[in-house]
């Protein structure tokens, strides 16, 4: 085990969570996620494995919902037929199975692209499907991304109070943001080396990259890429909130703004494609909303951005052709960011990834070779490469009965957050769809998703608890 500058700062987040509790620890656990390249200590020998202090945060805030009276029946209702756990737990199962026996089963019987040393310097090679330490690693990191599930979920079901929600969210916006803005000076200010003790994990870190005369922005990611699918994600969230709020508060379209800043000034190709998914997906809703003849705040505002693009879009398509013709930066940041990027060697290379995952994925005899062998560029094929048919079924019931998740009975402050929960779920699918390496959605997708399951839960059990103590109170009364 090898202890790194950031293991002390890991150490101090688990003992402000253990003395705060898993309820406020919550909002300790979301500042934790965006610090995704700070590591509690690296396991060199297990495959370079890096234990973020985010990980550590997690099992501390976990052990304390185990240590709770009500933890067997808590964990019992998150299995409930026809809920999104089951399926869940069932995928978990399955790619424990697939991860520990298929590699061997399967060995040299299909070549995967892998991450390996080629002359002291890391890169993807193609080499006979074998058992490695990516597996033992992948399979981990995806066990930490349930577990967030499972814990955000109770802890939002024990106290389904929507302002716990938003406050959480609130703390990963600006922790992100903050780290965002902050690596983007430092690399202009060339005092990068301030970010160093947060930058502690086993993963290549590509601080430097530019895109037309731009610093790629990285935050507290190795990459642009993972930065970006944060930042559409919680921009998804802020996207939703701020077309469902009522109230004259400005810190929901504050939020927004800063979110879309964030996408948009990260540099990241899958995130703008992705942005354009979950835009569209969004205004489809809009419109759906329109046609059942929804009245009040919902049709005013579409109705405003509807006259905002039949009067703005010509005019901005009209400037981007003009910049794109007259000012070489803006060209060149266009085509690299977006027009040339499938015929660049990166997405030629990104493309072949998915081909041979597809592969895999045929010859595993539909099966999947396990967590951690198979690279792949898009979520399905990378789901589809590593745990077949089964694995790629029960996700799709899972995300199915997610996004299902009833929420018209919720009172109205509640309703506006599970939305906005719903719309950041759509963010990090839109861009896993674009570009996902991993059938793991990360932390963020997992903690919405246990936020948006924890207020189904928990609303109507705290209905009936309000209830019970009622009539109790009405039966005493009466007795007296």
């Known amino acids: ?123 993807i090679i193609m080499s006979p499907l074998s058992p490695g330490g990516g597996n033992l690693s992948q399979l981990l990191r995806m066990i930490l991304s349930l577990l967030a599930f499972a814990a955000t979920a109770m802890i939002v079901m024990r106290r389904p109070d929507h302002r716990l929600v938003l406050r959480a969210v609130l703390a990963i916006t600006l922790a992100h943001a903050a780290l965002g803005i902050t690596d ?40 642009a890429s993972s930065y970006g699918y944060l930042s559409l994600g919680i921009f998804g969230f802020w996207l939703g909130y701020w077309f469902h709020d009522r109230s004259k508060s400005p810190m929901p379209l504050a939020m927004m703004l800063l979110t879309l800043f964030l996408v948009i000034r990260g540099t990241s190709s899958s995130a703008y494609v992705g942005a354009a998914l979950l835009i569209a997906i969004f205004a489809a809703l809009r419109m759906r909303d329109m046609s059942k003849g929804r009245s009040g705040l919902l049709d005013t505002r579409v109705a405003g951005a509807l006259v905002v693009a039949v009067a703005g879009v010509p005019l901005l398509i009209m400037t981007a052709y003009l910049l794109y013709a007259m000012v070489p930066a803006f060209s060149d940041f266009v085509d690299r960011s977006l027009l040339t990027k499938l015929s660049s060697d990166s997405g030629v290379e990104r493309m072949s990834w998915n081909i041979q995952a597809l592969r895999n994925f045929w010859d595993t005899l539909t099966l999947g070779a396990g967590l951690g062998s198979v690279r792949a560029s898009n979520w399905i094929a990378a789901v589809l490469g590593t745990t077949g048919l089964i694995g790629l079924g029960l996700l799709l019931t899972f995300l199915w009965r997610l996004f299902r998740t009833p929420i018209a009975h919720f009172d109205p402050a509640t309703m506006q957050v599970a939305m906005a929960l719903k719309m950041g779920l759509a963010g990090c699918m839109a861009r896993a769809l674009v570009v996902k390496a991993t059938p793991n959605l990360d932390f963020i997708f997992f903690v919405m998703a246990g936020m948006l399951f924890g207020l189904s839960l928990g609303l109507p059990a705290l209905r009936k608890s309000r209830r019970r103590r009622l009539l109790m109170k009405e039966r005493v009364e009466w007795v007296t």
Not at 20 to 25: M, V
Not at 27 to 41: D, L, N, R, S, T
Not at 186 to 203: K, L
């Open 184 to 223: 983007v000076l430092t690399q202009m200010t060339h005092t990068s080396w301030v970010m160093a003790p947060i930058r502690t994990a086993n993963y290549s870190l590509t601080l430097g990259q530019e895109m037309a005369g731009l610093n790629r922005m990285i935050g507290g990611f190795p990459e």
């Open 1 to 123: 085990m090898q202890v790194v500058p950031s293991t002390f700062i890991a150490l101090l987040l688990m003992v402000w969570m253990m003395r705060r509790g898993a309820y406020h620890g919550l909002a300790i656990f979301c500042v934790a996620i965006p610090f995704g390249m700070m590591a509690a200590f690296n396991l060199p020998a297990i495959g370079n494995t890096t234990i973020l202090a985010t990980d550590m945060v997690l099992l501390a805030m976990a052990m304390m919902l185990l240590l709770h009276r009500n933890f067997v029946t808590d964990f019992g209702r998150l299995l409930t037929p026809g809920q999104p756990g089951l399926p869940l737990l069932g995928f978990l199962l399955y790619a424990i199975l697939a991860t520990a026996f298929f590699p061997r089963l399967f060995a040299g019987q299909t070549e995967v692209f892998s991450i390996g040393r080629v002359a002291n310097q890391i890169g």
